[in-house]
């Protein structure tokens, strides 16, 4: 479970504080792009479902959602690709 925590760690911290002028995009990018290789290639096979079993349930929550915005939209593709094993 270690590398699930580091991950919420790091985006924790990175929501929480935000700079003046905001955040750098950028810096932003980078952390998604790893937080997103994280849970592609270096968890566990439990800690693979139990992050999958709650991309599950997120995704069930927007696809109920009768007029999604378009980010919304985008999280339903990119949730579904996680879960199918689609993400590289």
Same mark, same amino acid.
Request: a negative charge.
């Given at each position: 479970? /270690? /590398?699930i925590? /580091?991950?919420?760690? $790091?985006?924790?911290?990175?929501?929480?504080v =935000?700079?003046?002028?905001?955040?750098?995009?950028? $810096?932003?990018?980078?952390?998604q792009?790893?937080?997103?290789?994280?849970?592609?290639?270096?968890?566990? $096979?439990? =800690?693979?479902?139990?992050? #999958?079993?709650?991309?599950?349930? #997120?995704? /069930? =929550?927007?696809?109920?959602?009768?007029?999604?915005?378009?980010?919304? =939209?985008?999280?339903?593709?990119?949730?579904?690709?996680?879960?199918?094993? $689609?993400?590289?």
């Amino acid at each position: 479970m /270690n /590398n699930i925590a /580091n991950v919420l760690i $790091e985006l924790l911290c990175h929501v929480t504080v =935000e700079p003046d002028g905001g955040h750098d995009i950028d $810096e932003t990018a980078d952390l998604q792009i790893d937080a997103w290789q994280t849970l592609i290639h270096d968890l566990s $096979e439990p =800690e693979t479902l139990l992050v #999958k079993a709650a991309a599950t349930r #997120k995704l /069930n =929550e927007l696809q109920i959602i009768s007029t999604p915005s378009v980010e919304q =939209e985008q999280l339903i593709g990119i949730l579904g690709a996680f879960i199918d094993d $689609e993400l590289q």
